[in-house]
T-cell receptor
Framework: KAGVTQTPRYLIKTRGQQVTLSCSPISGHRSVSWYQQTPGQGLQFLFEYFSETQRNKGNFPGRFSGRQFSNSRSEMNVSTLELGDSALYLC?????????????FGPGTRLTVL | GDSVTQMEGPVTLSEEAFLTINCTYTATGYPSLFWYVQYPGEGLQLLLKATKADDKGSNKGFEATYRKETTSFHLEKGSVQVSDSAVYFCALSGHPAGGTSYGKLTFGQGTILTVHP
């Protein structure tokens, strides 16, 4: 079974631009979660989508948004980029139901904001 | 809210040494607990999990026991190898029956492990 894929793997943007990241979950998984990883803040939860609906949201400004499509693929958008948005963005997929929320991670998208 | 605290790193060991990485958590209800590992330049891999009190998760020689009385989930391995060098993250997820944290993983700050030959 194919794992979680993320595209692109690397991105370089300048301040003020916007960016869209894509995540394809494991087949059969209905939940996609997004995380930001930085050396200073560690791994922080952005949001989770389940069956095309945002089910959970972390403490990030409204510049960070996402969506999920009917095939469970998800996109994350960051508008008006700031230098502090430079990070590794990880998405994870899971069944989204059941006793454990076992999440499987993709390789991440490395975003650099100049 | 939910939180996870891991022991301060980095941890440096010689090959075949015993490893313990401490993890304690704060959460309401009965969370599921996980250990993830991250190798350089890669995403996170699930190492092991436990879903209820006294469960022991194990994989690749690593073990961790869900201790509700001490709210802990310490990672152990009897004999580490150079290939175990990585960053280890303890994490929790809420129970599906309660709260809004079910679809969200809360992570500890990570512990860098370096194993020398």
């Amino acid at each position: 079974k194919a794992g979680v894929t993320q595209t692109p793997r690397y991105l370089i943007k300048t301040r003020g631009q916007q960016v869209t990241l894509s995540c394809s979950p494991i087949s059969g998984h209905r939940s996609v979660s997004w995380y930001q990883q930085t050396p200073g803040q560690g791994l922080q939860f952005l949001f989770e989508y389940f069956s095309e609906t945002q089910r959970n949201k972390g403490n990030f400004p409204g510049r960070f948004s996402g969506r999920q499509f009917s095939n469970s693929r998800s996109e994350m958008n960051v508008s008006t980029l700031e230098l502090g948005d430079s990070a590794l963005y990880l998405c994870a997929s899971s069944l989204g139901q059941g006793t454990t929320n076992e999440q499987f991670f993709g390789p991440g998208t490395r975003l650099t904001v100049l | 809210g939910d939180s996870v605290t891991q022991m301060e790193g980095p941890v440096t060991l010689s090959e075949e040494a015993f490893l313990t990485i401490n993890c304690t958590y704060t959460a309401t209800g009965y969370p599921s607990l996980f250990w993830y590992v991250q190798y350089p330049g890669e995403g996170l891999q699930l190492l092991l999990k436990a879903t209820k009190a006294d469960d022991k998760g194990s994989n690749k020689g690593f073990e961790a026991t869900y201790r509700k009385e001490t709210t802990s989930f310490h990672l152990e391995k009897g004999s580490v190898q150079v290939s175990d060098s990585a960053v280890y993250f303890c994490a929790l997820s809420g129970h599906p029956a309660g709260g809004t944290s079910y679809g969200k993983l809360t992570f500890g700050q990570g512990t860098i492990l370096t194993v020398h030959p």
